[in-house]
């Protein structure tokens, strides 16, 4: 039985062993039991499916588009994501988002995708195994100049989470007026491709 379960383990684990920037290509399997941290995690796991195929193969000119000149370009609007991205995986990792510190280096567009992709799936992991007393460790918490500010992790699933779910939306959007549509065989139903006929 022992064995069993360190073969299961090593399956589980080898299932995110791959590149960060392969997560989500398929969402994972869902869990076997309803709890307030999988209902969550499955959230997460969406944002990540859906950011992963709406950002895969993006070109410079799909990067460049901006609907208007009030409007932010996929480029910035992919940089939104990626800090909201950090806002849901410090609130799991009960870290708070710093704003007195200065950010580093800046990263081209492949290493924000697989960094985002890795903060979205490091979050899914740490929820899944949450038990509902510990979603109320996970608050956001901003520094700033003016001080530090609180929310509870109802405000992670109406603020960041679905945020960012918003602003894929319109990545896919922004990527249709370039001509460079969404992978038609994307089923956000199943998390996974269409089988080919």
């Known amino acids: ?61 799909d990067l460049a588009y901006q609907p208007s000149l009030e409007a932010r370009t996929s480029a910035e609007t992919i940089d939104h994501i990626y800090e909201l991205s950090k806002v849901l995986v410090n609130a799991t990792k009960q870290l708070p988002n710093d704003f007195t510190k200065s950010e580093g280096e800046v990263l081209a567009f492949e290493e924000k995708r697989t960094q985002t992709l890795k903060n979205i799936q490091e979050a899914s992991e740490i929820l899944r195994e949450s038990t509902n007393d510990d979603l109320e460790l996970y608050k956001i918490v901003f520094i700033s100049d003016n001080g530090r500010t609180e929310y509870p992790f109802w405000n992670q699933l109406n603020g960041p989470l679905a945020d960012a779910i918003w602003h894929v939306g319109q990545v896919v959007s922004f990527r249709r007026a370039t001509g460079h549509p969404f992978n038609s065989n994307v089923s956000v139903l199943r998390g996974k491709l269409k089988e080919e006929k």
């Open 1 to 61: 039985m022992k064995f069993f379960f360190a073969v299961l383990i090593l399956v589980q684990s080898a299932s995110y062993a791959q590149s960060p920037s392969d997560y989500y290509f398929e969402i994972p399997a869902y869990p076997s039991s309803y709890t307030a941290g999988t209902v969550a995690a499955r959230m997460v796991d969406a944002l990540g499916f859906r950011y992963y195929w709406g950002t895969e193969g993006l070109t410079a000119e």
